[in-house]
C-alpha cells in the first residue's frame, strides 16, 4: 500500500522559510521519482521541484535558488527547503511519487497537501 503524508506547511512571513516533509510508505524514495506541486489559489497543480533515483534535481523557474528538494533515505522522506519565500508561493504544496511497476506501466501517487501561506 502507497500513502504519502505532507507536513511542515504554516503560516510565514515574507521573506521567512519553512521546510515540508514527506513521508512515504510502501515506495521507496530512493528508487522513484519524487516530487513537489504546487496548486495556487485558482490555478492549476504545477511542478515545484523534483529529484530523479540518481539524485538530480529539477526546480521551476520561480522557486530556483530559493527551494531545494533532498532525500533522507534513512527516514524515506523527500524534504522541500523552502526560503525567501514571497506572498506568491502561497499554495496547498502536494507530495507526489512516480512508481515503475513495469517497463511500461507506470502510477502516479499523491498526498493530501499541506497549506502554505506567506504573509506581505
Known amino acids: 500500500q502507497v500513502q504519502l503524508v505532507e507536513s511542515g506547511g504554516g503560516l510565514v512571513q515574507n521573506g521567512g522559510s519553512l521546510r515540508l516533509s514527506c513521508a512515504a510508505e510502501?515506495?521507496?524514495?530512493?528508487?522513484?521519482?519524487m516530487t513537489w506541486y504546487r496548486q495556487l489559489p485558482g490555478k492549476h497543480r504545477e511542478l515545484v521541484a523534483g529529484?530523479?533515483?540518481?539524485?538530480?534535481?529539477n526546480y521551476t523557474d520561480p522557486v530556483r535558488g530559493r527551494f531545494t528538494i533532498s532525500r533522507d533515505i534513512a527516514k524515506n522522506t523527500v524534504d522541500l527547503q523552502m526560503n525567501s519565500l514571497k506572498s506568491t508561493d502561497t499554495a496547498v504544496y502536494y507530495c507526489?511519487?512516480?512508481?515503475?511497476?513495469?517497463?511500461?506501466?507506470?502510477?502516479?501517487?499523491w498526498g493530501q497537501g499541506t497549506q502554505v501561506t506567506v504573509s506581505s
Open positions: 529529484i530523479s533515483s540518481r539524485g538530480r534535481t
Open positions: 507526489n511519487a512516480v512508481v515503475r511497476q513495469s517497463s511500461s506501466h507506470y502510477t502516479s501517487y
Open positions: 510502501g515506495v521507496d524514495v530512493s528508487k522513484n521519482i
